[in-house]
């Protein structure tokens, strides 16, 4: 059974820097995919970043730069480093994994087959 779990969400001044992590168990595929979303209050549910077996790495438009997406294998650790914090990163950070390439690349939540519970990040003067 495949679980995940985030850790590291909190409240930060605008332009400071936050360190997501997300323990993984249960995967036994060598084909998977390991992502971010997000969640504003009163928002839908949108892609930040995610990472294909492969090495392929996809980053939402307003994060490039300045979000981060790694893993450690070593530990089954998906990490997402996000600097220069906006106000408008504010969110429910979700870890998410699967094994559809397609949505992976595409950050489609609807391809991803098993979530965490999220961490609130909160970016606030």
């Known amino acids: 059974q495949v679980q995940l779990m985030e850790s590291g969400g909190g409240s930060v001044q605008p332009g400071g820097s936050l360190r997501l992590s997300c323990a993984a168990s249960?995967?036994?595929?060598?084909?998977?995919?390991m992502g971010w979303f997000r969640q504003a209050p009163g928002e839908g549910r949108e892609g930040v970043a995610s990472?294909?077996?492969?090495?392929?790495?996809t980053y939402r438009n307003s994060v490039q730069g300045r979000f981060t997406i790694s893993q450690d294998n070593a530990k089954n650790t998906l990490h997402l480093q996000m600097n220069s914090l906006k106000p408008e990163d504010t969110a429910m950070y979700y870890c998410?994994?699967?094994?559809?390439?397609?949505?992976?690349?595409?950050?489609?939540?609807?391809?991803?087959?098993?979530w965490g519970k999220g961490t609130l990040v909160t970016v606030s003067s």
């Open positions: 249960g995967f036994t595929g060598s084909r998977y995919c």
């Open positions: 990472i294909f077996s492969d090495g392929s790495l």
């Open positions: 998410a994994g699967g094994d559809d390439l397609r949505s992976c690349l595409g950050l489609r939540d609807n391809g991803m087959a098993y």
